[in-house]
């Protein structure tokens, strides 16, 4: 474009860059979706009889279904959040590539640990809500079961259960990852971490017994344990950060 200024060609460059990612996330996430959903189609993939694991001790049979539309919405479901788990690292690569030319070298340090970091403890909280929480909540919730009433889940409700319990404990476990970047940009101190040691120790108890209503003593020490780990966990990366954060000042400045 001959009259364009030096300042608008930039701007226009960005715009086509950014186009480009878009479209290589789309297409990534098409294809991902696409073949997550032939493979469930196909039968390669028993959504169904995966995410059905943890109720099978409880039951006297099958779950039912009570509308035809039901397991094609769960195989939907499913392929898209196994399209999108497959085209993350795309999806990643791609929102990095657009955005570190804008970042100072100490910052790309601290993003790429921390995107890494974000993922590994998600599916470490997904797991755990998996393998233990769902279970003991189960065990919790049939316990009231009377021989005079057949308990009969239908499977689109149990399902949802069994995907947003993961899900929050996937959000839950992203906490070090959060106070890592706060502590980065300066927002937050060690220091004030340490002082609430009392009050997150109480928190973790609480969230335990919310998120697990109901559950035994032990169970509910055994929940809270792991989340207050997390909280230790965050301080300590906190103190790493701000001492990095502190000595890279310190050198910019002489």
């Known amino acids: 474009m001959t009259g364009s200024s030096p300042a608008e060609?930039?701007?226009l460059e960005h715009l086509e860059e950014l186009r480009w990612?878009?479209?290589?996330?789309?297409?990534?996430?098409?294809?991902?979706?696409?073949?997550?959903?032939?493979?469930?189609?196909?039968?390669?993939?028993?959504?169904?009889?995966?995410l059905s694991e943890p109720i099978r001790p409880f039951l006297k049979g099958p779950m039912i279904v009570t509308a035809p539309g039901d397991l094609f919405d769960i195989a939907m479901d499913a392929a898209i959040t196994l399209g999108l788990i497959a085209a993350s690292p795309v999806i990643a690569w791609q929102i990095w590539g657009f955005l570190s030319p804008a970042l100072y070298k100490h910052e790309k340090k601290v993003v790429?640990?921390?995107?890494?970091?974000?993922?590994?403890?998600?599916?470490?909280?997904?797991?755990?809500?998996?393998?233990?929480?769902?279970?003991?909540?189960?065990?919790?919730?049939?316990?009231?079961?009377?021989?005079?009433?057949?308990?009969?889940?239908?499977?689109?409700r149990f399902i949802g259960l069994i995907i947003s319990m993961c899900l929050a404990?996937?959000?839950?476990?992203?906490?070090?990852?959060?106070?890592?970047l706060l502590?980065?940009?300066?927002?937050?101190?060690?220091?004030?971490?340490?002082?609430?040691?009392?009050?997150?120790?109480?928190?973790c108890l609480i969230a335990a017994a919310v998120i697990?209503?109901?559950?035994?003593?032990?169970?509910?020490?055994?929940l809270t344990i792991p989340l207050y780990g997390l909280y230790e966990v965050s301080i300590t990366v906190s103190k790493l950060i701000v001492r990095r954060r502190e000595r890279s000042l310190a050198a910019e400045a002489a």
Not at 30 to 46: C, E, N, P, R, T
Not at 169 to 180: K, T, Y
Not at 212 to 222: M, Q, V
Request: proline letters at 7%; zero cysteines.
């Open 9 to 11: 060609m930039p701007f």
């Open 21 to 50: 990612r878009l479209f290589k996330i789309a297409l990534a996430l098409a294809i991902g979706i696409g073949v997550s959903f032939v493979l469930i189609f196909s039968k390669q993939i028993d959504v169904v009889a995966i």
């Open 112 to 156: 790429i640990p921390a995107l890494v970091g974000a993922a590994v403890l998600f599916l470490l909280g997904m797991l755990l809500a998996f393998k233990y929480v769902v279970p003991v909540t189960l065990a919790f919730f049939f316990s009231f079961q009377s021989e005079a009433a057949v308990v009969m889940p239908t499977v689109d």
């Open 169 to 180: 404990f996937g959000a839950i476990f992203e906490l070090p990852v959060v106070i890592a």
């Open 183 to 203: 502590s980065a940009l300066g927002i937050v101190q060690p220091e004030y971490l340490s002082k609430f040691r009392r009050h997150a120790a109480v928190g």
């Open 212 to 222: 697990t209503p109901g559950s035994d003593p032990t169970s509910l020490l055994l």
